[in-house]
């Protein structure tokens, strides 16, 4: 079992019936079955593990549309409230006004950066602030670029 939301569940079932050859349904069928003891067929396993796995791999940033760059420091504000928020969870587990935080700060952070989970923006977030903040050795202040070029985007390789 992985966890994940509703919305991603029905995502990977889909994708999952889809490379089985059967319907959601079905597969669902097979999958519950499969929970009491019933084994499903081995072909309905296997294409449940390969829809988990795509699911679990980045998005590719050439797949993904170009978009506006946020600013430095913006892109800091929300990283570093976002850490707070999991400091506050990890020390109040049962505060529901902390899991609201941290899944707003959670939320603005993916969708700031432009990407689907929260680790994958967390790395984005910090590889963009330090591509932004490194400069070559020998480089003049003025002469250097602070952000990626619109057609670069967060988190991908200048040219």
Same mark, same amino acid.
């Given at each position: 079992m992985t966890p994940c939301t509703a919305r991603d569940a029905h995502r990977i079932l889909s994708a999952a019936a889809g490379l089985a050859r059967t319907s959601p349904y079905e597969l669902a069928a097979a999958m519950v079955a499969g929970t009491r003891g019933t084994?499903?067929?081995v072909h309905f396993e296997r294409a449940v593990r390969r829809a988990v796995e795509a699911a679990r791999a980045p998005v590719p940033a050439s797949k $993904?549309?170009?978009a506006l760059v946020p600013s430095r420091a913006r892109?800091?504000?929300v990283l570093t409230r976002l850490r707070a928020c999991q400091s506050r969870l990890s020390a109040a587990?049962?505060?529901p006004d902390a899991l609201r935080a941290m899944d707003d700060a959670a939320y603005?952070?993916?969708v700031l950066m432009g990407r689907r989970s929260v680790p994958e923006a967390v790395l984005v977030a910090l590889?963009? $602030?330090?591509?932004?903040?490194v400069?070559?050795?020998g480089t003049p202040q003025h002469a250097h670029r602070t952000a990626p070029s619109p057609s670069e985007g967060p988190g991908q390789p200048k040219r």
């Open positions: 084994p499903g067929p $993904l549309p170009t892109t800091e504000e587990p049962d505060d603005t952070l993916c590889d963009y $602030l330090a591509v932004s903040t400069r070559p050795a």
